[in-house]
């Protein structure tokens, strides 16, 4: 009788073990798996405006990055052939060829060829000034981008302390009946537009810089170009 008794209260705790294993299995096996859309959805309102900035930034970086890589390119020939007709008096075919070419250093140096006969100040002057305008229009959409990259934290950081006060708001209105699972989903469902807005932030952040850099190489290119046409007009006559 001690030893069936003995054997009982070991084996007690034994299926008490097994049973609070199974319990707490049903209740992982309960928790639901958490997914990029579930997350999009629980983020509310703010995440709408998030959604319209990213779809906004791509676009603008696509393009923009098109077009940047369009002015960017270089025909190592050009400069030669624009000296050579320039040398031999044809204004006419210099002109002709930088239309072909249809790139901005190829529009300065056009705009440069159309003040031939002026003062070299004249010139120059003209040419930086077509060098602005083709720098400006390289650079819309800039301000969307930075715009993004400083807002979109900003709304993410807006939708989550309005998701805070309405956790707080439904804990309170529970009374008696509020718990810890009624605050902390509150709080992770306010979060997402967090990491949401820093997400789309930080993309058009690092979209905006790239972009600008590859701009200052198209300025710097520019530059180069316009002192090899000053430098062309300046040379003495053979």
Known sequence: MKVSLLALLLQLPVDTLNTAN????????????????????????????????????????VERLLVVRKAGREDKTFMDRIKDYIHDGEIDAALKLCRKTDTPAARLIAKGISRLGRPMNDVLVAIENAGNIEIAQLEKGFPWLATTAAGAPMIGFLGTVTGMVNAFY???????????????????????????????????LFAYNYLVARVDGVMNQLETKTMEFMDLLNEPAA
Do not use: C, H, Q, R
């Open 22 to 61: 199974a319990v707490g299995a049903d209740v992982v096996a309960e928790v639901p798996e958490l997914n990029i859309w579930s997350l999009m959805l629980k983020g509310g309102f703010f995440m709408i405006p998030l959604l319209l900035l990213s779809i906004l930034s791509i676009y603008i970086f």
């Open 170 to 204: 439904n804990m309170a209105s529970a009374g008696n009946n509020a718990d810890i699972t009624t605050l902390s989903s509150g709080i992770y469902e306010a979060l997402v537009t967090t990491i949401a807005g820093l997400v789309v932030g930080v993309i058009a």
